[in-house]
């Protein structure tokens, strides 16, 4: 199996890349992003945009899926509209055209956004929770999925439009990213520095390791069948932000980290108000979540 990963340059990508050399039934991957990817034995690594077709035709000869990262997110898409609808819908329709046209037999596993809900979230989040994005970059995967979802129902292409929650925990995370405390708080009490997190300690959200992201994003590549549903959440924790540090303590107890509550109404809107939440599609196909708030802490930092 030859797989295609578009995105291989950042937090998520690199992961993916790990994983597909481990894989048996993996025989070849093409990775592209415009920042260098680490590659290995099995990846052929392309570096430049993938509207290129200088680089898309090499990028997607003979691939049986392609996974799909690229994106401009949350903040910078606010920021920057031109550049996010030429990133996130332009020139991803332009793909998606292209493999209707080439490849329509193709697996294209789409990374979308818990984004696409409404804020604040309905009780409960489901399969059957409607659309309701209040940001550039959740209105635009929204555009993505519906039409992703219309090319498999018409037989165009083999697509699904997959949804993570917070990823963890990225070093470094880039600032613009409202979410951005949240691994800097791994990162925090791994180095033994204080921070103050604008939630309170009872607040919940959604958390999945970079680990389980990545792996559920295989799994979509290669899973035999996928069903009706193209465009579902996947599974994640539901954490407080008491249980996450007390996790982060038991993961680093000689840590000197203090770690102080100064909730903000609208950050605790955004990343603090998090109810349940059922995957049963995802659930029913295979795809995972992190056993508990230890386990997670753990893959996060590995």
């Known amino acids: 199996m030859k797989i295609a990963l578009i995105g291989s340059g950042g937090f998520v990508g690199q992961r993916i890349v790990e994983r597909l050399q481990q894989r048996d039934d993996v025989d070849a991957v093409t990775a592209i992003d ?27 000869d003979g691939a049986d899926a392609v996974i799909f990262l690229a994106a401009i997110l949350g903040g910078a898409a606010e920021a920057d509209y031109g550049l996010a609808r030429r990133v996130n819908l332009d020139t991803s329709m332009d793909l998606i055209d292209h493999l209707k046209d080439t490849a329509p037999k193709t697996r294209f596993a789409f990374a979308s956004t818990i984004g696409v809900y409404a804020t604040p979230m309905a009780p409960l989040v489901d399969d059957s929770t409607p659309y309701g994005p209040t940001m550039v970059y959740g209105a635009q995967k929204a555009m993505m999925e519906v039409a992703l979802n219309n090319f498999a129902l018409r037989g165009w292409l083999d697509a699904v439009s997959l949804r993570p929650s917070g990823i963890m925990a990225r070093a470094g995370a880039d600032a613009r990213l409202k979410s951005a405390f949240m691994s800097r708080l791994f990162y925090c009490v791994q180095r033994g520095e204080d921070i103050q997190l604008p939630v309170g300690q009872d607040d919940s959200v959604w958390l999945s390791s970079v680990e389980n992201v990545a792996q559920n994003f295989i799994h979509a590549a290669v899973l035999p069948e996928l069903g009706d549903n193209r465009a579902f959440t996947l599974p994640a924790l539901r954490l407080t932000y008491r249980e996450l540090v007390e996790a982060l303590r038991r993961k680093f107890p000689q840590s000197a980290s203090k770690v102080t509550f100064a909730p903000d109404p609208d950050t605790v809107t955004l990343f603090g108000s998090f109810p349940e939440l059922k995957t049963k599609t995802a659930d029913r196909l295979g795809f995972s979540r992190d056993a508990d708030a230890d386990a997670l802490v753990a893959a996060s930092m590995s």
Do not use: E, H, Y
């Not at 415009?34 to 290995?40: A, F, Q």
């Not at 052929?44 to 200088?54: C, E, N, R, S």
């Open 34 to 60: 415009v920042v260098p990817t680490i590659g290995s034995p099995k990846t052929t690594v392309l570096q430049g945009d993938f509207a290129d077709p200088k680089l898309r035709d090499p990028l997607l």
